[in-house]
């Protein structure tokens, strides 16, 4: 028997969003004052949404216990897979000594804490993110942090907080393009208008992390390296996005920064090296002690896994994986029982087994065994302790996406969603906090403007403002969300290893969160009454048609099958080079 969804039960507005706000908030007390283990957070704010869900919006026991595990299923597969992956490179990289070198050669540009920061969080840290997203970025350069002495808190909060300014074009534009599918926007154009957004984020975010790891005095003294790194990619994201398009901003733009970083430190230095409190100190930029072809070698894995995990984004190769590997099946009493406001809700699940980022980051590992020296044993001895280590991690990251879940399926998410919206003529100011409140429940940028883009458009329409701006906001708040999900909290402990300490970061990052998605509210509420000529033009009548039939068009498995013999081609090569290159002595 079908159920429709309640997205009002108490025929109140306020009431029916108060009564959906109950679990968030108690996940909010739980991690934030309770400072709760992240999986117990996980497991009682569970229990708390599906309570909400039964007694107050009506949903059948069972349907929420389904839509919960629905969740859970995609929390294992793909998400805590992308992490299990992620977190054994760098281990194998610890192990087998590769990463000393990496640390070396990194110290050997600068062993200044803030210039480091800006280099591994912010730059590279965005190149994982345009290249894969859903968590990998922060679990490895969080993770490269800590090996280079990074205080393990700090590592993780960095990350989180420099994991902003790339997240609405992560994972090969997938956010842009799922809001314009779901909006009904035209895709060029809303890529434009997030592309005249994000880099006044993007410009500060690298002077942002300095100063409150170094504080006020101490970061000043590196501004002219804030602004070569955070400028480099806010001028190259704005010029990706405004002519290229959605797909290749955080790829083109972390590329061009950490060029242009390097180039720059060849020359300017800060005075005084600045390091940890607690750590000696330094005697100056440390020298490098091995050759360019050990260098290369030790950064040959990560190389690898930024090819595949690239490869792995271009939509004939994941369509060619899909056709050969890709096992989907209904859930069985949920799929179209529950009515939505545009019919039955699907409930599929789909084991993509070769094209998930997991798995291209899995065969990155892989090719990096030989390049790091290491043999079978001491990579399935590596392997082992990673699954011991990430236990708790996978179990909460599982549960969190059955709490996002069952948010939607019960019409909770709705009546947040619908609270914002009658806010009037304020409502642009608030567009961005929807975004950020779905970000938050589910960890995703593409999740938060599948929930809430079409909403974000017909309610600017009915104040006269231009949905573009509002849809827009939706993304660029969302990124600020990132950062205080329970998702990328279980990610960036595990990779620090910080488990169980979830709460620490929660409270380390919330007030940043709320301090810049406020600063997005106010650059939507300029761009929606004041800059208005900042907003790009489009045809509305072509708008919905060619951004549905570009995100619906069919590529034949064999173009994806020739891109991916050109990665494999391309990464053979690397692992050719580096075993050449890296016997050779400094």
């Known amino acids: 028997m079908t159920w429709t969804m309640a997205t009002n039960p108490f025929g109140n507005i306020g009431l029916s969003a108060l009564a959906a706000a109950i679990p968030i908030l108690y996940l909010f007390w739980a991690l934030a004052y309770k400072r709760m283990k992240g999986h117990l957070a996980a497991v009682t704010a569970v229990i708390t949404a599906i309570v ?168 000043m003294q590196v501004w002219p390296a804030g602004i070569v790194c955070g400028g480099s990619f806010a001028i190259t994201q704005w010029l990706t996005s405004n002519f290229l398009g959605p797909l290749l ?25 600045w390091r940890f409190p607690d750590e000696a100190a330094s005697q100056g930029r ?115 996406l059955g709490f996002a879940y069952i948010m939607n399926s019960s019409g909770m998410t709705v009546a947040l969603g619908n609270a914002f919206a009658s806010t009037g003529k304020l409502f642009p100011f608030f567009s961005p906090f929807m975004g950020w409140l779905g970000v938050f429940m589910t960890g995703s940028d593409t999740s938060a403007n599948a929930l809430f883009g079409k909403l974000q458009h017909v309610t600017a329409s009915k104040i006269g403002v231009d949905p573009l701006v509002t849809v827009s906001a939706n993304t660029c708040g969302g990124v600020c969300g990132k950062m205080i999900s329970p998702q990328s909290l279980s990610v960036a402990t595990a990779a620090v290893g910080l488990v169980g300490k979830e709460a620490e970061i929660f409270r380390f990052t919330f007030k940043h969160s709320l301090i810049l998605t406020g600063v997005v509210g106010l650059m939507t509420m300029a761009l929606a009454y004041v800059v208005t000529w900042m907003v790009p033009k489009y045809d509305i009548a072509v708008t919905s048609a060619a951004a549905k039939a570009a995100a619906s068009a069919p590529a034949f498995p064999s173009q994806g099958l020739f891109y991916l013999t050109a990665a494999l081609f391309i990464v053979v090569a690397v692992v050719v080079s580096s075993r050449v290159m890296g016997g050779r002595e400094a």
């Open 52 to 219: 909400i869900a039964v007694a107050v919006y009506g949903m059948p026991i069972k349907l929420a216990l389904l839509s919960t595990f629905n969740g859970m299923l995609f929390g294992l597969w793909p998400v805590a897979w992308i992490v299990v992956t992620a977190v054994f490179i760098y281990n194998l990289s610890v192990k087998t000594g590769q990463f000393e070198i990496i640390k070396n050669s990194l110290a050997s540009i600068s062993d200044d804490r803030r210039l480091q920061a800006m280099l591994i969080a912010f730059s590279f840290g965005a190149f994982l993110e345009g290249a894969a997203g859903f968590g990998t970025p922060v679990a490895i350069s969080a993770a490269m942090l800590v090996g280079l002495g990074f205080n393990p808190l700090y590592a993780a909060g960095l990350c989180l907080l420099a994991n902003t300014a790339p997240v609405a074009f992560g994972a090969i534009g997938i956010p842009i393009v799922v809001g314009a599918q779901v909006s009904g926007m035209n895709l060029m154009a809303l890529s434009q208008m997030v592309g005249r957004t994000l880099p006044f984020i993007s410009i500060l975010v690298p002077m942002y992390l300095v100063i409150l790891m170094s504080g006020w005095k101490n970061g």
């Open 249 to 273: 901003p955080d790829i083109l733009a972390s590329i061009v920064s950490i060029v242009c970083m390097v180039i720059f430190l060849k020359k300017w230095h800060p005075k005084n090296i």
């Open 286 to 400: 440390e020298k490098l002690r091995y050759s360019g072809g050990q260098v290369f070698r030790a950064w040959a894995p990560f190389i690898i896994l930024s090819l595949f995990v690239a490869a792995w984004g271009i939509k004939p190769v994941k369509e060619a994986l899909d056709y050969f590997t890709l096992v989907s099946f209904k859930i069985p009493g949920l799929d179209k029982m529950i009515i939505g406001g545009n019919g039955p809700i699907p409930a599929v699940y789909g084991l993509n087994i070769l094209s998930a980022a997991g798995s291209a980051i899995l065969l990155a590992g892989l090719f990096s065994i030989p390049v790091m020296g290491a043999s079978a044993a001491t990579a399935i001895e590596v392997a082992g302790k990673t699954l011991q280590t990430l236990r708790w991690a996978v179990v909460t990251i599982s549960l969190v």
